[in-house]
């Protein structure tokens, strides 16, 4: 199982820019992929951005052309460059690797780190 740790969140105005990102203690080449999701108060939990161990990405709508995810192997982390924030970006940020053990998916998490979008 795999620690994940979160970090870069923080208060931004809109159209502003933060970065994020997770560490592992994993090695992040034995994923079958890697992800940001987010939870906003009273919603669930929405996949923001992935990235799969053959490079891959794929993004929300609502991130699209804002949003780049991508990793780290020399620091074994993954990234989230956020850019032109709006409020409903606002939520925490979790961070998700994903392993595929025969026909098992196995999930760890971060803790979570709040991004909050405001004037």
């Not at 199982?1 to 208060?11: D, K, N, R, T, Y």
């Not at 502003?16 to 079958?32: A, E, M, P, V, Y």
């Not at 990405?57 to 074994?76: C, E, H, L, P, Q």
């Not at 025969?102 to 760890?108: R, Y």
Request: charged share 15%.
């Amino acid at each position: 199982q795999a620690q994940l740790v979160e970090s870069g969140g923080g208060l931004v105005q809109p159209g502003g820019s933060l970065r994020l990102s997770c560490t592992t203690s994993g090695n992040i080449f034995s994923f079958f992929a890697m992800n940001w999701y987010r939870q906003a108060p009273g919603k669930q939990r929405e996949l923001v951005a992935g990235i799969f161990s053959g490079g891959g990405t794929n993004y929300a709508d609502s991130v699209k052309g804002r949003f780049t995810i991508s990793r780290d192997y020399a620091k074994s982390s993954l990234n989230l460059q956020m850019t032109n924030l709006k409020s409903e970006d606002t939520a925490v940020y979790f961070c998700n690797a994903r392993t595929h053990v025969g026909p098992e998916v196995l999930d760890d998490w971060g803790q979570g780190t709040q991004v909050t979008v405001s004037s």
